[in-house]
């Protein structure tokens, strides 16, 4: 009988064999990640957040904050918008409001008074902390004109707002915002806060409370105030040949400021070329591509809008004939 030979493989041949079916195996894997890595980016997991009023709910460091926006009717309004930005103020922020007025709480403060201050703490678009930069934004609060009230942001050893509160706790993601939570409650600003709060007007909030006019342009108004900067209060001290507003009597400096303001509302948009009417007397305005006023002061910002009027920047102290 023949005998059969049996056919040996050489090790070479194993050797191949083993590497590719490691090879088909490890492309097999792989294959099969990419098509589960495919199938959850077209059918994402979708995580639920919360609202800015549901978020602030669930946290007892905002509870009187929730008290406030229900009593002035704003959960729905706040609930309903998109893209944001809420400076939360804390528990701690609202009660020490609450001493400052002489009010025990939110029950002794009407839905007239809670909407305008609610509000202010409210912007009409979404800003994270990385993205907050010094100057004027804009709140949901209405102005004393067509336009909403500014809101004054300085980067100062953190996120500062109208000089006063500070962003404690920032970034805080809802389903419709943001949410920073702020240590102080922030009142609507008059002209004169606005000048305030922002340390380029040091040299002009002087002044006014020099001339005893502080009261006056914090009244109901509106008015309308071409702000000198610091720079140009020290230009004018050069001319004059003073040091400060110390060495100018009140006499000396109330018909200089009163020819700073105009009666109304006046945003930019409402300037035209010719005279305009201030409380001392008339300057000439020339609308081009710049604002400039009796020729050689020019405006250099503009619309910055208070509970009681409008702020605009001018580069030079205006002197009345």
């Known amino acids: 009988m023949h005998k059969q030979k049996l056919n040996k493989i050489k090790p070479k041949t194993m050797k191949t064999q083993l590497k590719k079916s490691a090879y088909l195996f490890v492309l097999s894997v792989v294959l099969f990640a990419s098509f ?21 709910s669930s946290n007892s460091d905002f509870s009187i904050l929730v008290q406030a926006l229900q009593k002035a009717d704003l959960v729905t309004t706040i609930n309903n918008s998109t893209n944001l930005t809420v400076f939360a103020p804390t528990n701690s922020a609202f009660n020490a409001l609450f001493t400052k007025l002489g009010v025990t709480g939110i029950n002794d403060l009407s839905k007239e008074t809670l909407t305008p201050i609610l509000l202010y703490h409210v912007l009409g678009q979404k800003i994270t902390s990385s993205q907050i930069q010094n100057g004027y934004v804009y709140t949901l609060s209405p102005g004393a004109g067509a336009k909403t009230q500014a809101l004054y942001i300085k980067i100062d050893g953190g996120v500062k707002l109208n000089k006063t509160s500070k962003v404690v706790i920032p970034d805080i993601m809802t389903s419709n915002g943001i949410i920073h939570a702020i240590d102080q409650v922030i009142l609507p600003n008059t002209v004169v806060d606005i000048a305030s709060n922002n340390g380029d007007f040091s040299i002009l909030v002087e002044a006014v409370v020099k001339a005893d006019l502080a009261g006056t342009l914090s ?27 110390k060495d100018l009597t009140k006499e000396q400096l109330t018909p200089i400021l009163l020819y700073h303001v105009v009666s109304g509302n006046v945003l930019s948009s409402q300037l035209q070329s010719g ?25 250099v910002a503009v619309d910055v809008q208070g509970s009681n009027g409008a702020v605009h920047v001018i580069d030079k102290v205006l002197l009345p004939k």
């Open 36 to 56: 589960t890595s495919c199938k959850e980016d077209e059918d994402p997991v979708v995580v639920q957040q919360k609202s800015i009023v549901e978020t602030a």
């Open 219 to 245: 009244g109901a108004g509106p008015f309308t105030v071409f702000a000198p900067t610091n720079a140009a209060f020290q230009a004018l001290f050069t001319t004059l040949g003073v040091t400060g507003i």
């Open 275 to 299: 005279d305009v009417s201030t409380l001392n007397g008339k300057f000439k305005v020339a609308v081009g591509t710049q604002v400039t006023i009796n020729d050689n002061v020019k405006v």
